[in-house]
């Protein structure tokens, strides 16, 4: 007869990630053509606790990324080129307005998480297909809020957008098909 079996200890889920796998000033991504503007906020768990060490990169809509890591009450910041509306790619009368794409790993983030964040007062965001694709009443979600600061370059702005990762105000994620 063999010995019963017993319930292993209990383990969060990698992926983890060494120290130095990001390298100071990833998070900053010079510009290509216009301002340098910052970008900023938390990642949350469904219960408003900060989410440590989550991986999040940047994406502009031409290729360029930029990496940070969150700190020890989930927040992250990025100093970034201000993206500009762009071509869909697959249809020439559909003008992306500009967004930033990211991506989220981390401990117990089963995969990789990809959402657009879009910015206040921008006309082509009522136009857009992928944020039209969002359930109206969690549009806002996608929006990141403008701040006052003087962190900026001049002619740059500051952004704040908080991720949260499952519950009721989740933010919407979109299935990475890269």
Do not use: K
Not at 35 to 64: F, H, K, M, Q, Y
Not at 96 to 108: A, E, I, M, V
């Amino acid at each position: 007869m063999s010995a019963p079996r017993l319930p292993t200890p209990h383990h969060t889920t990698g992926p983890f990630f060494p120290g130095g796998f990001i390298a100071p000033g990833e998070n900053r991504l010079g510009p290509a053509a216009g301002s340098t503007s910052t970008l900023g906020g938390r990642v949350l768990d469904g219960c408003g606790r900060p989410a440590v060490n989550v991986i999040v990169e940047l994406w502009l809509p031409d290729g360029r990324w930029a990496r940070t890591w969150t700190d020890g009450d989930g927040h992250y910041h990025f100093r970034a080129s201000m993206p500009e509306a762009s071509d869909s790619g697959t249809d020439p009368a559909w003008r992306r307005p500009p967004f930033f794409r990211l991506l989220l790993l981390g401990s117990g983030i089963m995969r990789p998480l990809v959402t657009e964040v879009f910015f206040p007062d921008e006309p082509l965001n009522e136009h857009d297909r992928q944020l039209a694709a969002v359930a109206p009443e969690r549009r806002h979600r996608l929006v990141a809020a403008a701040e006052s600061s003087a962190s900026s370059d001049p002619g740059g702005r500051d952004y704040r957008f908080d991720i949260i990762l499952q519950g009721p105000d989740e933010t919407p994620f979109y299935e990475d098909r890269s």
